[in-house]
């Protein structure tokens, strides 16, 4: 007889096909790392060490950890969630909670609160992305003001519109996140070794990382596609 773990076929060939391929995609694991692109502003906004070296060593150590608890958090909730109900269940797994589960309550309470706190942090990034591609950095308050209300009406327009909440996160986390995580900081790497290419000859390791950064930007390119087509051949199961 198969293990059952919380009423879910444990270590059955079909539990794990359909924990890949359907339920819990890898993109979704994607989504704890969007905000990664704010990075510059928090690197130069960080005190520098009192003995006045470098603050890289710090960075490095705060981004470790947090991307690290990140990556635990986000990978617990989504196998702890599927290990529980299976292929029962819903894009947002408190959805499969019953409204009267003391504990689920908090949980959406967190959600909530989460949700308040950090979508000012996302939204940041977005709304400068916006006025830099439209040439209008540092412009008046009106601007400012005029574009924080247009983009969250847009934002929040769509979201009332959208029911799979599943498929937002699973095709976001293919599609951005593959782009975020791996195309645009290989492609960046690239063009910055070979414009220094074009003043000094570059060293046997640069060409080495100009390698390495193309075979990641392609390997990004096929995980977005991949992870696009499984996360569309699971919404419409």
């Avoid at 540092?138 to 799979?164: F, P, R, W, Y």
Wanted: with cysteine.
């Amino acid at each position: 007889r198969r293990a059952q773990f919380f009423g879910a076929p444990f270590f059955g060939a079909q539990f794990w096909r359909n924990f890949a391929e359907r339920r819990a995609p890898p993109p979704s694991h994607v989504q704890a790392f969007l905000a990664h692109y704010n990075a510059p502003k928090f690197f130069k906004e960080l005190a520098p060490p009192t003995d006045g070296s470098s603050k890289a060593q710090q960075f490095n150590l705060v981004s470790a950890g947090a991307f690290g608890l990140a990556a635990l958090l986000c990978g617990s909730i989504m196998t702890w969630g599927f290990l529980t109900f299976g292929a029962a269940s819903q894009g947002l797994i408190l959805n499969n909670y019953a409204t009267s589960d003391p504990l689920a309550f908090i949980a959406r309470l967190g959600i909530g609160c989460s949700i308040i706190f950090s979508y000012p942090i996302n939204f940041i990034g977005l709304r400068e992305g916006v006025l830099g591609l439209l040439g209008a950095t540092g412009e008046s308050d009106t601007t400012h003001v005029v574009s924080t209300v247009l983009l969250l009406a847009v934002a929040c327009g769509i979201s009332m519109m959208t029911k799979n909440l599943g498929l937002v996160v699973a095709l976001g986390g293919a599609v951005l996140g593959s782009a975020l995580v791996y195309v645009i900081p290989a492609a960046m790497g690239v063009a910055s070794k070979l414009q220094k290419g074009k003043k000094t000859p570059l060293t046997t390791g640069e060409k080495a990382e100009v390698v390495a950064c193309g075979a990641m930007g392609v390997t990004g390119v096929a995980l977005g596609v991949l992870g696009a087509i499984m996360s569309l051949k699971g919404a419409a199961h």
